[in-house]
């Protein structure tokens, strides 16, 4: 009878633990839904928010109206704004994005000839982010860990937080300056070979490494301290079996969700990385688009941009309740 009490109870458990796993996806489903709608109406508002006609602001004061009348047919403009929604929101299902003024291609195929460019940059940069500040943070914090190295700590603490506050633009042009202007060793811009990715991916990682690495340090000196590291001290284990295979996983898994939030930032920053060094990807093309008044292009990169925000944000929380199942109850 114990045991059958036993299985009962360890069966309660995985069915109230499954329980906790699809209010999580449910919640979390809804929640991104409800973000994806508000996008949505959001950038469908953006044409129609704007004072003046977006036709006659991107074709110029010069084009005829005639052509002005013909191209908002085109685009629906002249058609009821309930009925311009539906349109949109069909459209989005079917993956068209409306038509560029300037250019007259579809916005789609100008957004799937810039997004791995963009892509590539991000993710690049997040990786050396990564690579870079979590090691760093790990030194640290065994250097200074219970009050040693403290002109480490000190010098450490006062360059990350320089690091960190220097925006994202004005490193790249630090680095143009240096590099290219200066001592001619790397392309001023443009995409044109594996060079040529080293400013920009710099430029976007520089101060996402330094927030990173203040923030796995702080973890790792708090895990350093844990009951579970003093025991694999008893044990006499090694320093690099304690630091690696003990302190770092639980230290890395804290800072993950501030990662996902960096990634997202990246993400963000490359509409200005971009413009600093002529990057053909998203970021500048809404930057060009901004400044030609093609709006349905804007439109779209804006939409691109806000769901891979939305997308990184879920996929961190996805990870964060895999390798912290507990966390499902909270979220």
Same mark, same amino acid.
């Given at each position: 009878m114990s045991a059958l009490e036993n299985a009962a109870s360890g069966g309660d458990f995985l069915s109230a633990g499954a329980r906790h796993w699809v209010r999580f996806a449910l919640r979390r489903t809804g929640q991104l839904l409800v973000s994806l709608w508000v996008l949505i109406t959001a950038a469908f508002a953006m044409i129609h928010l704007i004072p003046g006609d977006p036709v006659r602001s991107s074709l110029g004061l010069t084009?005829?109206?005639?052509?002005?009348?013909?191209?908002?047919?085109?685009? @629906?403009?002249?058609?009821?704004?309930?009925?311009?929604?539906?349109?949109?929101?069909? @459209?989005?299902?079917? @993956?068209d994005l409306g038509m560029s003024i300037t250019s007259r291609l579809p916005v789609a195929e100008i957004v799937a000839t810039r997004f791995a460019a963009t892509a590539q940059l991000a993710l690049s940069a997040f990786a050396l982010s990564v690579v870079v500040a979590v090691p760093i943070g790990v030194a640290v914090a065994v250097r200074t860990r219970q009050g040693r190295g403290r002109v480490l700590d000190l010098g450490f603490a006062g360059t990350s937080v320089v690091l960190g506050s220097i925006p994202d633009f004005l490193i790249g042009v630090i680095l143009v300056w240096i590099f290219s202007v200066s001592l001619h060793l790397l392309p001023v811009g443009g995409r044109t070979g594996l060079s040529s990715y080293i400013l920009p991916v710099l430029s976007l990682a520089v101060g996402p490494a330094a927030i990173l690495s203040r923030i796995v340090r702080v973890e790792m000196l708090s895990v350093l301290e844990a009951d579970y590291v003093r025991t694999a001290r008893a044990k006499r284990l090694s320093a690099t079996r304690i630091h690696l295979g003990h302190a770092l996983p639980n230290a890395v898994t804290a800072s993950l969700t501030l990662g996902g939030l960096m990634l997202s930032g990246m993400v963000a920053a490359t509409v200005l990385v971009e413009t600093v060094f002529a990057w053909p990807g998203l970021g500048s093309t809404i930057v060009q688009a901004i400044l030609v008044k093609d709006y349905p292009l804007v439109q779209g990169v804006v939409l691109v941009y806000g769901c891979g925000v939305l997308l990184v944000n879920t996929l961190v929380d996805v990870a964060m309740t895999i390798l912290d199942p507990r966390s499902a109850v909270i979220r």
């Open positions: 084009a005829s109206q005639e052509l002005v009348e013909t191209t908002r047919q085109n685009l @629906g403009l002249n058609d009821p704004l309930p009925l311009q929604y539906w349109h949109f929101l069909q @459209g989005l299902v079917t @993956g």
